[in-house]
């Protein structure tokens, strides 16, 4: 790994690695905090660890970056034995975000953000430019966030300020320790759809710690269930998860509801959009008839001048002549973004008992109608929708098998 200037992404391999708190342990035969973990993360992946509290999630995540070190085994970045590297270095190149932040109090969003460019003696504009650079990556913008200090940021602006922390040297791998877990449940959404868009342009390789199977789910390409005794209980890309899990512990962990869960697999960005019956403010009456007519429709979206919604208008309330007015506008459907998953976005449509979405781009403009009906249409469309091939290679190599002989990796 290039601490100073990133290397894309990474393959992180667990080959049997271990962690034993107790010295006995081993000879006990007592369940240690990791026993025996064999695991291939491809590189460019979000892998999810997801288990209940003491299965060894956080050791698996921390002996990665050797905050913990491991009793035995070895964890391989990119085929290089990381027990070989000097721990600072190591660090410097690994992104981390924790659940808390961890921001510095006493420094700027800015200082915060630039710690790690600091520490591997960046000049201070390379720096501060890179500050700029993140902040803005993360919908913060520099001017208004750069020189605040993070007491008078929201739980949500910390928790991206953390996300820019972690990418500020541009690491090839990056650990997250239930980073969204101590936010508001929408807020939680929003963080998770942001952070899934960004890492489609970062590809970055990435272990996420989570104790919630939807946000694994949700944020995985390959989720790896734990179970006490930090053992593999099964591995897979999410639908193989939900289509079969391996074993009644995963079955019940998974959860009864795992035809809809299936839902969290897909983003709107899936689904084929209608398109909106669009107006804009200060056309005329008539104008907007028409164009209802010409689609069959008794009503249209109104729009300001740069294509952002502002509500619905029913043509029946309108004038028989006039120009329509924002104060026409009827209050607004749910707004959508192609990255919320079709169960978040049929979960808002039912609770608002609305059949249509207002889908949105990243800058707030209309991209189009996001229905009931196209959601049903695309759950029972029978396109194949296979599993990566390397999501497939990662799963061969994971540890199939516990004490109890239960299996780990549904076949």
């Keep these: 790994m290039d601490e100073a200037t990133g290397a894309g992404a990474a393959t992180i391999e667990f080959d049997h690695v271990s962690k034993h708190y107790d010295a006995d342990t081993k000879v006990s035969g007592a369940p240690g905090a990791v026993d025996d973990l064999s695991l291939l993360v491809p590189a460019g992946r979000i892998c999810a660890l997801v288990g209940p509290s003491g299965c060894g999630k956080t050791t698996t995540l921390k002996m990665v970056n050797r905050l913990i070190e491991p009793t035995t085994g070895r964890i391989l970045i ?22 808390q932040t961890g921001l510095f109090p006493h420094q700027t969003i800015a200082q915060n953000v630039g710690t790690v460019p600091r520490l591997l003696g960046w000049e201070k504009a390379r720096a501060a430019a890179r500050s700029d650079e993140l902040l803005a990556l993360v919908g913060l913008e520099p001017g208004k966030y750069a020189d605040r200090y993070p007491s008078q940021l929201s739980g949500g ?14 690491p090839p791998v990056m650990l997250m320790d239930e980073p969204f877990g101590a936010v508001d449940p929408i807020v939680r959404e929003r963080l998770q759809n942001e952070f899934l868009r960004l890492q489609e342009d970062l590809a970055k390789t990435i272990l996420f710690v989570t104790h919630d199977i939807d946000e694994a789910i949700k944020m995985g390409d390959l989720v790896v269930v734990m179970q006490q005794g930090g053992k593999i209980a099964q591995a897979g890309a999410p639908a193989e998860l939900l289509a079969a899990p391996a074993s009644d512990y995963v079955a019940r962990f998974v959860g009864a509801d795992r035809g809809l869960k299936r839902l969290s697999l897909y983003r709107v960005g899936d689904v084929e959009l209608a398109p909106a019956p669009l107006a804009v403010v200060g056309e005329t009456t008539e104008e907007l008839r ?13 729009a300001d001048g740069e294509g952002r919604p502002i509500g619905w208008v029913e043509l029946a309330d309108l004038p028989p002549d006039g120009r329509v007015r924002a104060a026409d506008a009827d209050p607004m459907s749910p ?4 990255r919320t998953t079709l169960k978040d976005a049929t979960s808002r449509l039912l609770d608002e008992e609305v059949r249509n979405g207002v889908v949105v781009d990243r800058d707030g403009r209309v991209e189009g109608l996001l229905t009931l ?15 990566p091939e390397d999501i497939a290679d990662a799963v ?16």
């Design 157 to 170: 602006e910390r928790q991206r300020v953390g996300v820019a922390r972690a990418l500020a040297a541009d």
């Design 396 to 411: 061969a190599e994971a540890a199939v098998a516990d004490d109890t002989g239960g299996v780990g990796v549904a076949d």
């Design 335 to 338: 707004l959508l973004d192609r």
């Design 78 to 99: 990119d085929g290089v034995d990381i027990a070989g590297l000097e721990v600072t270095d190591l660090r410097r190149g690994i992104g981390y975000v924790i659940q």
């Design 290 to 302: 028409q164009r209802a007519q010409a689609v069959d429709l008794d009503f249209v979206l109104l």
């Design 373 to 387: 009906r196209a959601v049903m249409d695309w759950m029972q469309d029978d396109r194949s929708r296979d599993v």
